[in-house]
């Protein structure tokens, strides 16, 4: 089972507070680390969380906003500090290059490795804009005052394991496991041929994670990210404040819910939240009168999918 | 007495640390803050600190490095977000205001005030580039990679108080002290004519903060921070990587310590420290060899500078 896991950094939208951070988190799957959104100070927070700079393999910023955004030529900055050598894929708003070009060279920085840019405009809402084996991150059609993109990671190729007690039931002798699972065929004493495929339990369903941040409340995103394990949706606001929120292109508590329920999403995980909130406990309350699996993101949060796989099943 | 205060956000250079931010200072002076440095992270520093931003009058930028810089941009949105409508003062080198400009235009913001941009190269070194009825900046002449000036914090006008020894050596009585305070003349009962002047004592010294870094070792600074109350100095190498220090521009502890003690000033205090060295009291026994009234600066601290004044008398 691969690990897939996603660490919050900031919770905070336009103004960082006290205890709120801009946007940013890192997905790590198979040890290999995606940074979706980098606020102001993203690369300090990678460094406190002993977060290997080597193992980040690309960063996906969802729109050009201060709060999702100016954490990135700090860090690239810092990426050649390290001396970085292998490439970077950057996947963000087009308007991006040009900053970081603005800044390197008034800055006198350059880079000591290549960073690949793609601009997100580039690719159809719902397209797969990076690939492995192991998964995929596909964008998502957000909703905000400027062009803005979400971003949905999802596992790829799960294989179906080895079913001992289908191995059992065919009556087949613990000696020839191995060679089944192997991918080996095999004749048993009583002349039978047993194939691989036919001790193969079911695939585990692939693990998904849908980063919806920032947008007002889309119900053409449920296709999207149906049935998702984990949903982080944007709350900027309690439902009392709707008109703000609709306004500012923001969602409410009620709501992220909704769409969560009718995207029969596993997990919420509720953030960017308006400075205006001290207390977060009323967007729990306001959320788990629509969807009960709903949780508070807080800064240094780690969510490992696996666990909300189980704690659901 | 005015209060005369320097607090310390970053002590790091390049690469920030586990526990070291890039450089940024905030001076207060009189209630009000003025800005020195500002790497990425200030703005969230000036929150945590609960430094007012409307209290915030101008900020001073050394020279182009990202980790002197890069939090301008957040810091300038904030306060927007936080409707100021009072100009602001910036003094920094022409490029920042490139910088900006593509900033705030690709992350469609707009400031709710006047920013007053006064590029460093209009001024000589030495020149005053700001000036209140209390106290004045000037511009120093700093040697990095690429263009940086330092910032000399001196009080001016300080007036002589009223000499309550004085005035009872002159034989007048009590009675009369407030009239010659209020800087009348008054005339004693023996006819002898007292005026406000001659129960003057010394004004006390102004009190002056010298900002270096970053830079390295120059001897011709030593007129322009003569006999400074407080010296911060960058010292991001041990004497023992001189050529590297040489190579990057940058000073050692024995070099800071060195101009201290040439321009005899009241207190050093060390900063802008390499990733690499993780305990500093090395560079406090290299600088005390040489300048014995040395600190070493740390995230958080608050130096006032009346104090260090008592501290040396």
Known sequence: MSNFEVRI???????????????????????????????EGTQIQLIRNRIKFSRLDAIFISHMHGDHVLG???????????????????????????????IFAQTHSYLTYELEFFPLED?????????????????????????CRGFLFREVNKKPKFDFYKAKALGVPNNYFKLLKQGNTIQLADGREI???????????????????????????????????????????????????DETYHSTAKEAATLAKMAEVKHLLL????ARYRDLTPFMEEAKEIFSNVQIAREGQVLKLKELTESNE
């Open 9 to 39: 950094f900031g919770t905070g939208s336009a103004i960082p507070t006290n205890s709120r951070l801009p946007s940013s988190q890192i997905v790590t799957i198979n040890d290999r680390h995606y940074l979706v959104d980098c606020g």
């Open 271 to 274: 953030g960017h939240f308006s």
């Open 123 to 147: 690719y159809k809402p719902g397209a797969v804009i990076y690939k492995t084996d192991k998964f995929e991150v596909s964008s998502l059609p957000l909703e905000h005052r400027v062009f």
């Open 72 to 102: 990135v030529p700090g860090l690239l900055n810092s990426l050649s500090m390290y001396e970085r050598t292998h490439p970077l894929k950057i996947f963000a708003p087009a308007g991006l290059k040009d900053v970081l070009d603005v």
């Open 195 to 245: 194939l691989p495929d036919m001790v193969l339990g079911e695939a585990e369903p692939p693990m998904s994670y849908a980063y919806c941040s920032d947008t007002r409340f889309v119900e053409k995103l449920v296709p999207y990210i149906k049935r998702s394990m984990l949903l982080y949706h944007e709350s900027t606001f309690l439902h009392d404040m709707k008109s703000r929120a």
